[in-house]
Every structure is written in structure tokens, then in C-alpha cells.
């Protein structure tokens, strides 16, 4: 059994700064893929960052230069830090990796999301 749990969400003013936290157990083998996504209500959800196991980064062209993506594997664990937070960043964040169980079977897990609150 594999579980995926976010924190360090929370209500910041905007220009302000927070970071996630994302961290998978259980029964893991590997780790390919982690990603973070956002849903603001009345949207889709939509990618925000992600990182492959070597480090390869990938940001939505609207938080490029203010959000950094990064992992320790030895942990199972992906940050998101957040920087010069601005109103419309408000949303539920949830948390996406792509695991390997022991048994070698590719599986995709999500985080149950944390609230990101902007205030302008």
C-alpha cells in the first residue's frame, strides 16, 4: 500500500512565500515522475511543475521564475517552493507521482491536496 501526503499549505498575502511538501511510503520500488497540479474552483486541474527521477524540471509558463520544483529520492519527497505569490495562485495543490510497487507494476498516486490561499 502506497501513501502520497502533502503539507505546508496555508493563507500567505500576496508577494509572500510558501513551500509544499510532498511525501510518498509504503511499498515503493521506484519513483519516475512527481508533479505537483492545482485546481481553482470552476477550473480544470492543471500541471504546475513536475521532475523525473534525474532532476529534469518542468514548469506552466506562469509560474516560470517564481516556483522551484525539487526532490531528495533517498526520502521519496518533492517540494514546491513558492515565491512572489500572487492572488491567482490560489488553489487546492495536489501532489502526483509515478510509482513503481515491488512487484514492478507502474501506478500513478495522488495526494488528498492542500489549500493555497493568496491574499491581495
Known amino acids: 500500500q502506497v501513501q502520497v501526503v502533502e503539507s505546508g499549505g496555508g493563507l500567505v498575502q500576496a508577494g509572500g512565500s510558501l513551500r509544499l511538501s510532498c511525501a510518498a511510503s509504503?511499498?515503493?520500488?521506484?519513483?519516475?515522475?512527481m508533479a505537483w497540479y492545482r485546481q481553482a474552483p470552476g477550473n480544470q486541474r492543471e500541471l504546475v511543475a513536475s521532475?523525473?527521477?534525474?532532476?529534469?524540471?518542468r514548469y506552466a509558463d506562469s509560474v516560470k521564475g517564481r516556483f522551484t520544483i525539487s526532490r531528495d529520492n533517498a526520502k521519496n519527497t518533492v517540494y514546491l517552493q513558492m515565491n512572489s505569490l500572487k492572488s491567482e495562485d490560489t488553489a487546492a495543490y495536489y501532489c502526483?507521482?509515478?510509482?513503481?510497487?515491488?512487484?514492478?507494476?507502474?501506478?500513478?498516486?495522488w495526494g488528498q491536496g492542500t489549500q493555497v490561499t493568496v491574499s491581495s
Open positions: 502526483y507521482a509515478q510509482i513503481a510497487l515491488a512487484s514492478m507494476t507502474w501506478r500513478d498516486y
Open positions: 509504503g511499498s515503493i520500488f521506484s519513483i519516475n515522475v
Open positions: 521532475i523525473t527521477s534525474g532532476g529534469r524540471t
